[in-house]
């Protein structure tokens, strides 16, 4: 029988090892998912957060966030609603969540949170840019995340553009010029584009021309890789074509972009086929192909679209065919110019837009899509990751957090440069505050955020009943750490974010406070009452004293105090003595007749009118307010932790 209880506790405790496990598993699959901008894939990983009861207030903040991306303004407004008056939430939910109002129609509740807002961020622009330009999914986002750029070391003078990773070597478009030919195009002086490669995380390593028959006398660009049915490494790519039309077809010598394909003989990569979408009377480039190689993506000019270029897709079929154009569609394509294409890991549509509402140009974008897979809205990435150039060629690791995009912003070496990115994750600070006694949590403990360089007021919230804090930070910064409660004297800690990883969402900051050595503070006392000329325990005294017992009982079982009485001036001191000590005495019966231990009060003595606390003689030169503050029990605190005596 014994055996038996055993293992049903062993099974128990694996059972909750498992189901802890699962919804911690959901909360990290929820984070990466909304890093990749899957949103409708994050908020099924949050529910499971809510049917759990794990980590339930952080899950509403990125559910209310996940359906206020996706446009689904009344099923975000409920996860607000939960969330709304923690008082460790970040004031940056009240702006969040009053765009959640104002897209449902709910524009007083709506102003009301906008001016709560605007009360802790008084300098934010998001406002009227929202009010300006109405992209609500672009300002929730820029909001929270942000992207560092720079560089790479391999640009040239010329154009470099349009990138992919594959296997340790990036692939671009380049019109640098080589040893062996110089011929320039006529349009902008610079020598043909062609495909190179070079080692992705090698400094050193040369950019080289590409093996084989990809690169000719005319422009090659914009590499994606695939496969084919057979599962072979095959590529897409873009050239340009030249085409002198004969009398009676149209304009003369007319160039529009085509897509080929091509794959690997003897280590050298060679033309394929032209794709059946191609046209001799319009263009058809920028490839990119869905990781499950079901769609090609492609820009066109076609007629018939939205704008001056648009974005297409065309199915794969399992031979390796290539299917009818299928325009994106209107929440994609403006009456501007869409092109780029790129499909992240989650199958996320990424392109460059001047048609979009952007930071100058072409900027770069991302697309929302509903539980149907249908796209609802786009992202402006928002600076630095866009510029007032143009920004465009945007290519995702499978990391989720580096890769790489194409400007001619100023700064660069050539025409266009290649620059790499890192998405870098909102960061928060968390953690618990607790008492250096006895080591439980502390709620109610104020914590206030300075920026050290600044001195300014960075953020504020106070501890919940788990002694738990969060607030937002920014990375390469130090910070000071105040941290203010009632019964505790403050404390500062002192921290910087300069070292904190990219990756990184969250640094944690436990917070020990030292209690006060005022029992009257710790115990959150009011004033205890005695009858005129009696010591009996009254029953408003009584409620008193039991937090006394509270105190030394629950929260400081090590403490050890005297007891002291003391009256008011009126009587001669023989009286107030002996009433005093009655009181003191009435005091500390009722202190150890409800769970004090008698070693832990180490006297109790009344002192009569000996001790007075301010001028008072007697009725006449005091009021009755300054006569009463003389009547009072004090508790000095002789010991509140084991071994460790308080000087006095």
């Given at each position: 029988?014994?055996?038996?209880?055993?293992?049903?506790?062993?099974?128990?405790l694996f059972l909750a090892i498992q189901i802890s496990s699962a919804q911690y598993g959901a909360q990290k699959k929820g984070d990466y998912y909304f890093g990749q901008f899957s949103y409708i894939k994050a908020i099924k990983e949050y529910e499971k957060m809510i049917k759990g009861d794990l980590n339930t207030s952080y899950a509403h903040q990125q559910l209310a966030e996940c359906?206020?991306?996706?446009?689904?303004?009344?099923?975000?407004?409920?996860?607000?609603?939960?969330?709304?008056?923690?008082?460790?939430?970040?004031?940056?939910?009240?702006?969040?969540?009053?765009?959640?109002?104002?897209?449902?129609?709910?524009?007083?509740?709506?102003?009301?949170?906008?001016?709560?807002?605007?009360?802790?961020?008084?300098?934010?622009?998001?406002?009227?840019?929202?009010?300006?330009?109405?992209?609500?999914?672009?300002?929730?986002?820029?909001?929270?995340?942000?992207?560092?750029?720079?560089?790479?070391?391999?640009?040239?003078?010329?154009?470099?553009?349009?990138?992919?990773?594959?296997?340790?070597?990036?692939?671009?478009?380049?019109?640098?010029?080589?040893?062996?030919?110089?011929?320039?195009?006529?349009?902008?002086?610079?020598?043909?584009?062609?495909?190179?490669?070079?080692q992705e995380n090698n400094p050193m390593s040369t950019p080289k021309k590409l093996k084989g028959t990809i690169n000719t006398k005319f422009h090659e660009s914009s590499v994606a890789f695939s496969t084919d049915y057979k599962n072979d490494t095959i590529i897409y790519f873009t050239r340009n074509n030249y085409y002198e039309k004969k009398e009676g077809y149209g304009a003369l010598?007319?160039?529009?972009?085509?897509?080929?394909?091509?794959?690997?003989?003897?280590?050298?990569?060679?033309?394929?086929?032209?794709?059946?979408?191609?046209?001799?009377?319009?263009?058809?480039?920028?490839?990119?192909?869905?990781?499950?190689?079901?769609?090609?993506?492609?820009?066109?000019?076609?007629?018939?679209?939205?704008?001056?270029?648009?974005?297409?897709?065309?199915?794969?079929?399992?031979?390796?065919?290539?299917?009818?154009?299928?325009?994106?569609?209107?929440?994609?394509?403006?009456?501007?110019?869409?092109?780029?294409?790129?499909?992240?890991?989650?199958?996320?549509?990424?392109?460059?837009?001047?048609?979009?509402?952007?930071?100058?140009?072409?900027?770069?974008?991302?697309?929302?899509?509903?539980?149907?897979?249908?796209?609802?809205?786009?992202?402006?990435?928002?600076?630095?990751?866009?510029?007032?150039?143009?920004?465009?060629?945007?290519?995702?690791?499978?990391?989720?957090?580096?890769?790489?995009?194409?400007?001619?912003?100023?700064?660069?070496?050539?025409?266009?440069?290649?620059?790499?990115?890192?998405?870098?994750?909102?960061?928060?600070?968390?953690?618990?505050?607790?008492?250096?006694?006895?080591?439980?949590?502390?709620?109610?403990?104020?914590?206030?955020?300075?920026?050290?360089?600044?001195?300014?007021?960075?953020?504020?919230?106070?501890?919940?009943?788990?002694?738990?804090?969060?607030?937002?930070?920014?990375?390469?910064?130090?910070?000071?750490?105040?941290?203010?409660?009632?019964?505790?004297?403050?404390?500062?800690?002192?921290?910087?974010?300069?070292?904190?990883?990219?990756?990184?969402?969250?640094?944690?900051?436990?917070?020990?406070?030292?209690?006060?050595?005022?029992?009257?503070?710790?115990?959150?006392?009011?004033?205890?009452?005695?009858?005129?000329?009696?010591?009996?325990?009254?029953?408003?005294?009584?409620?008193?004293?039991?937090?006394?017992?509270?105190?030394?009982?629950?929260?400081?079982?090590?403490?050890?105090?005297?007891?002291?009485?003391?009256?008011?001036?009126?009587?001669?001191?023989?009286?107030?003595?002996?009433?005093?000590?009655?009181?003191?005495?009435?005091?500390?019966?009722?202190?150890?007749?409800?769970?004090?231990?008698?070693?832990?009060?180490?006297?109790?003595?009344?002192?009569?009118?000996?001790?007075?606390?301010?001028?008072?003689?007697?009725?006449?030169?005091?009021?009755?307010?300054?006569?009463?503050?003389?009547?009072?029990?004090?508790?000095?605190?002789?010991?509140?932790?084991?071994?460790?005596?308080?000087?006095?």
């Open positions: 029988m014994k055996n038996l209880k055993i293992w049903n506790l062993l099974a128990f359906y206020l991306l996706i446009r689904d303004y009344k099923k975000a407004i409920p996860h607000f609603e939960a969330i709304i008056n923690d008082a460790m939430l970040p004031t940056d939910y009240y702006f969040k969540y009053a765009m959640a109002l104002y897209s449902d129609g709910q524009r007083k509740e709506s102003e009301k949170y906008l001016k709560k807002y605007k009360k802790y961020n008084k300098n934010d622009s998001r406002v009227k840019r929202f009010l300006k330009d109405g992209n609500l999914a672009s300002v929730v986002f820029n909001s929270r995340q942000r992207y560092d750029v720079e560089p790479v070391s391999f640009n040239s003078p010329e154009s470099d553009f349009g990138t992919f990773s594959h296997q340790g070597n990036l692939y671009f478009a380049s019109s640098r010029k080589t040893e062996t030919e110089n011929k320039v195009y006529g349009w902008n002086e610079e020598p043909w584009l062609d495909i190179f490669q070079v010598n007319e160039i529009n972009l085509k897509i080929y394909s091509a794959i690997k003989e003897d280590g050298a990569w060679n033309e394929n086929r032209s794709l059946r979408i191609n046209s001799d009377y319009y263009s058809t480039g920028h490839p990119t192909v869905s990781p499950d190689r079901k769609r090609i993506y492609y820009t066109s000019d076609k007629p018939g679209g939205f704008g001056g270029t648009d974005i297409y897709y065309s199915i794969i079929h399992e031979r390796g065919g290539v299917g009818s154009p299928i325009n994106a569609g209107p929440t994609v394509n403006t009456e501007g110019n869409e092109m780029f294409p790129f499909i992240n890991k989650e199958g996320k549509l990424f392109f460059s837009s001047d048609g979009h509402v952007g930071f100058g140009q072409l900027d770069v974008f991302s697309t929302i899509t509903d539980e149907d897979g249908k796209i609802v809205d786009v992202i402006n990435l928002g600076t630095p990751m866009n510029s007032s150039a143009d920004d465009f060629g945007y290519f995702g690791e499978t990391n989720g957090i580096t890769g790489y995009v194409s400007s001619n912003r100023e700064g660069g070496k050539g025409s266009d440069d290649i620059y790499k990115f890192k998405f870098t994750p909102a960061l928060d600070i968390e953690g618990v505050v607790t008492d250096g006694i006895n080591l439980k949590p502390l709620d109610s403990v104020k914590i206030r955020l300075f920026d050290q360089k600044t001195s300014t007021l960075a953020a504020e919230t106070t501890t919940d009943e788990n002694g738990y804090y969060r607030l937002p930070i920014n990375r390469n910064t130090s910070y000071m750490i105040e941290a203010v409660r009632r019964t505790h004297p403050h404390e500062n800690v002192f921290l910087n974010t300069h070292t904190v990883s990219h990756s990184t969402k969250m640094i944690r900051q436990d917070i020990v406070l030292e209690p006060i050595l005022d029992l009257k503070l710790l115990a959150n006392l009011n004033k205890i009452y005695f009858d005129f000329n009696k010591s009996d325990i009254r029953p408003d005294a009584a409620k008193e004293l039991d937090k006394v017992v509270n105190v030394m009982t629950n929260m400081y079982p090590d403490m050890i105090i005297k007891l002291e009485a003391h009256t008011d001036p009126v009587g001669s001191n023989s009286y107030n003595d002996r009433l005093s000590e009655s009181r003191a005495k009435s005091t500390y019966e009722y202190l150890i007749a409800n769970g004090v231990l008698e070693a832990h009060i180490l006297s109790y003595k009344g002192y009569g009118k000996r001790k007075l606390i301010n001028h008072c003689t007697s009725k006449k030169d005091c009021s009755p307010e300054e006569l009463e503050l003389n009547r009072r029990t004090e508790f000095p605190i002789i010991q509140i932790k084991k071994g460790v005596l308080v000087s006095k």
